[in-house]
């Protein structure tokens, strides 16, 4: 009977970039990192591309790709580059105000690297400094009787209301731009016609109360932070911490 080959396990690239490095190389993984989120923040994701990163750091695709084999690594190090702005002060240290910190700044890098949202699976990408982000979370979440389960689930609970809230407020962005719009104003002018038709028939009346009585449609950190409290409030009653 034959018996089936396992591949080789591949050497990480975390495990590659600690290793010694070169004496004064000029090319190193952090710069390739740095200018690949350079173009990104100014041209999207899709501007992304070894042959650019190498044309913009002014070297052969062949050198860059002595440091990253292909885009894979290229997306794993943007990633981990983005992720070390996410720190939190220290001295936070109750579970509450850690990860409310914490998903505050995701929320302003989100809208700093929007192409983020655009990544196939960012939150898949294993990288040092997102495991640092998910382990001073968890920390955080330590000595409350909880058990590995549960401090992961309340982890995930406030990562995947951050992740939703963000790609919302990043699609609109981009929804108003594509058609000129600046403002929330210019934004309800465009959409008049639809919304005055819907809501005059009658079968949406709390949507209509809104829309003629609500004061913070154009505040999207007001109604995230709101959203994100409610989140929080409804761990800690429901784990009783």
């Known amino acids: 009977m ?10 990480s690239l975390w495990e590659r970039l600690d290793r010694p490095a070169a004496p004064r190389a000029a090319l190193t993984p952090a710069r390739i990192a740095e200018v690949a ?11 992304v591309t070894m042959r650019r990163i190498a044309t913009e750091l002014g070297v052969a695709p062949m050198a860059a790709y002595r440091h990253v084999s292909g885009k894979d690594d290229l997306l794993a190090l943007m990633v981990d580059r983005v992720s ?3 720190t939190v002060p220290d001295e936070l240290t ?26 196939p699976a960012p939150l898949f990408v294993l990288t040092p400094a997102r495991m640092a982000v ?24 406030v990562a995947s209301y951050v992740q939703g809230a963000t790609q919302s407020e990043v699609a609109l962005a981009r929804f108003r731009e594509e058609r000129g719009w600046e403002s929330g104003d210019e934004t309800r002018q465009g959409l008049a016609p ?29 109604e995230f932070t709101f959203g994100l409290d409610c989140v929080l409030d409804g761990i800690a009653r429901r784990l009783e911490i």
């Open 94 to 119: 109750g579970w509450r105000e850690v990860l409310r910190a914490f998903a505050v700044r995701t929320r302003e890098v989100t809208l700093r690297h929007p192409w983020m949202i655009q990544l």
């Open 194 to 222: 639809q919304m005055n038709y819907l809501l005059g028939t009658g079968r949406y009346p709390f949507y209509r109360a809104y829309a003629h009585n609500a004061t913070r449609k154009d505040d999207p950190a007001w």
């Open 2 to 11: 034959a018996t089936k080959k396992t591949a080789a396990p591949e050497v």
């Open 84 to 86: 070390t702005e996410l």
């Open 37 to 47: 989120v350079a173009v990104a923040d100014a041209e999207g994701f899709a501007a």
């Open 134 to 157: 998910a382990e001073r979370q968890l920390a955080s979440l330590d000595g409350l009787g909880l058990d590995p389960d549960a401090m992961m689930a309340a982890f995930r609970a």
